[in-house]
């Protein structure tokens, strides 16, 4: 069974996690795992928070000599502006004026009324995007896992505000991270972030689109057997979890629903003897199971709610209609949004891998692999010999 944990405030002396379930003796590299941090702090139209964070993982359990032991991995994250902020959020005697103003979109109403807290800082600093961080760290040991059994997966950047980059069909030769917005098409960046400089001049905030590509998955990841189980339920469920998303789509997405069958299903023909597909409409996934082709998803993010032009609310405290909180934020974090995106379906992936494959060890999971890819070759191999 693989299941994660996080903890920790925006604000907090730290983020911790916990994976729990991976297999022994995988190798990690730690630089690339902080280089996933990094680009999570990145990207046109991030805050002041970003340049004073330099989020790098600690181990503190679960792995010795670089590779994973098979018991739970433990790691945590520092947050830095702990030490500015140590008399507000201090575990122990944290204590300050409280925020009344709740943020429209934000978790700030709904969450006091919840939990019955007067100071809305007891909800907003756990409901902040802060957060993802140790998201993105968990999920990049977790691509390690999925990159040993040939599993990796990609994203860009496609729309900001209003402005609408091309769809990308050739992924082979596209190096979004030469990008500040992660866009693959230039000129549609340099849109971008005119849209992102034009919303912080108004005190504006901006959503926008990204997507992801999962290549390498087998055919057979996933069930129909459950509700439950289903692979695209499973994916968009965990990318539902990220606190801007508002939509997921899988493959064609919303545009089937404009689409006679004809021109919404994804054929098949003999080519050498080999089954291929004429087309990916169904975005890598059929029947709640992945089908051998590349899984691709489109998520909608919505704007930052902390605008600095701040929209109209109440003041819980006084019964009586006030501005909303600001409190330090962004403009537009779509790029950031799209590693965090990675991330939810890099730790979404590994349980249905590891149902399907299993393993103790790396390397018996590998070896699971490999009978499985043999005995699916040879059930093809007699039904062609028609015995």
């Known amino acids: 069974m ?22 022994a003796h995988i190798r990690l590299d730690v630089q690339e795992i902080n280089e996933t941090l990094a680009r999570r702090q990145g990207g046109y139209g991030r805050g002041g928070r970003m340049k004073i964070e330099r989020d790098e993982i600690e181990f503190l359990a679960g792995v010795r000599g670089s590779e994973t032991l098979g018991s739970p991995i433990a790691v945590i994250v520092r947050n830095l502006d702990f030490e500015n902020v140590r008399a507000l959020m201090d575990p122990l005697t944290g204590s300050g004026k409280p925020l009344t103003n709740p943020r429209p979109g934000h978790a700030d109403y709904a969450g006091a009324l919840k939990y019955r807290h007067r100071d809305l800082r007891n909800v907003l600093e756990r409901a902040s995007a802060r957060e993802t961080t140790m998201r993105v760290g968990l999920g990049a040991i977790c691509a390690q896992f999925l990159a040993a059994l040939g599993i990796t997966t990609r994203s860009y950047v496609h729309r900001i505000g209003d402005v609408a980059a091309p769809d990308l069909d ?4 596209v190096d979004v991270e030469a990008s500040d917005v992660r866009c693959p098409d230039s000129a549609t960046a340099e849109a971008m972030i005119a ?3 034009a919303a912080k001049a108004a005190g504006d905030t901006l959503g926008g689109q ?10 057979g990841v996933g069930s129909n057997r ?3 189980t289903r692979l695209d339920g499973v994916l968009a469920g965990a990318l539902m979890g990220m606190q801007t998303v508002k939509a997921v789509e899988v493959g064609l997405g919303a545009d089937v629903a404009s689409k006679p069958g004809s021109l919404a299903h994804d054929t098949f023909a003999l080519h050498d003897g080999n089954v291929e597909r004429g087309s990916n409409r169904a975005g890598g996934i059929e029947g709640g199971m992945s089908n051998g082709q590349a899984i691709t998803l489109r998520v909608s993010v919505k704007p930052i709610p902390t605008l600095m032009k701040a929209l109209p609310s109440v003041n819980l405290h006084e019964g009586q209609d006030a501005p909303a909180t600001i409190v330090r934020s962004d403009v537009c974090v779509v790029p950031a949004a799209a590693i965090v995106g990675e991330a939810m379906v890099r730790l979404a992936l590994v349980a249905p891998v590891l149902e399907k494959y299993g393993g103790d060890s790396i390397e018996e999971t590998l070896d ?3 009978r499985a890819n043999t005995a699916a070759a040879a059930l093809f191999a007699t039904h062609q010999e028609g015995v």
């Open 210 to 219: 990204f997507i992801i590509r999962v290549d390498g998955l087998p055919t």
């Open 170 to 173: 050739d992924w082979s030769q």
């Open 2 to 23: 693989f299941r994660y944990l996080t903890a920790g405030e925006s604000h907090g002396p730290a983020l911790v996690g916990i994976l729990d379930g991976l297999p």
């Open 368 to 370: 699971n692999v490999q």
């Open 226 to 228: 459950q509700p439950d």
């Open 195 to 197: 849209a992102i400089d």
